[in-house]
């Protein structure tokens, strides 16, 4: 099953362009309007990735969609939010950065292959965080089986200074194989 893709684009034309070539490995569902997409996205769960056009018609711009989404955010994972746009502006691309786009790629000669490396940077970070994740656990584990070593050892210490003899002050059970004798036993006494 394609992983879903939202596309958040009023142009018909670049939709369909988009649709040609990322239809074969994501399921693109179109959203022609910022108010199509702001309901969804109150509505229904989010994907894991948005391509999301800057300019949305004469009087939005995708700044709108990311603070809908900013608003609407579950607490597990935001989704990763590709901006388009004709605009090589510096500005523009930070104040989508400050709202929450993972990346901006410019519609130009470039586009297809600016947008592979993105959708790849986002495959090759979600493959970093579920590794991130399976070390956690694998520390978790660790840190549970030294936790657990030690508390044994607590255990046979208690266990060996319940175990001294009091008529003779000697060890009657040696389980680490030491040979000592215990802090209290005279040094008279041999173990």
């Keep these: 099953m394609k992983p879903t893709l939202w596309l958040i684009e009023d142009d018909p034309v670049w939709a369909e362009l988009v649709q040609a070539r990322l239809g074969n490995k994501y399921a693109i569902r179109h959203f022609p309007s910022a108010d199509e997409a702001i309901r969804a996205i109150q509505a229904e769960k989010l994907p894991k990735i948005i391509l999301l056009d800057y300019h949305l018609g004469a009087q939005q711009t995708g700044l709108t969609v990311l603070k809908a989404l900013h608003k609407s955010e579950s607490p597990d994972k935001p989704p990763y939010v590709i901006m ?108």
């Design 84 to 191: 388009l746009s004709a605009q090589e502006d510096v500005q523009t691309a930070a104040d989508t950065f400050t709202y929450g786009a993972y990346d901006y790629v410019v519609k130009g000669d470039r586009v297809w292959d600016r947008l592979k490396i993105a959708l790849r940077n986002i495959e090759q970070a979600e493959k970093l965080a579920s590794e991130v994740f399976e070390l956690r656990i694998r520390l978790r584990r660790a840190q549970i089986l030294v936790g657990s070593i030690v508390a044994l050892a607590m255990i046979i210490s208690l266990a060996v200074y319940v175990q001294l003899c009091p008529e003779q002050r000697l060890w009657k059970w040696d389980p680490l194989g030491v040979g000592q004798k215990p802090p209290c036993a005279s040094s008279s006494l041999a173990p």
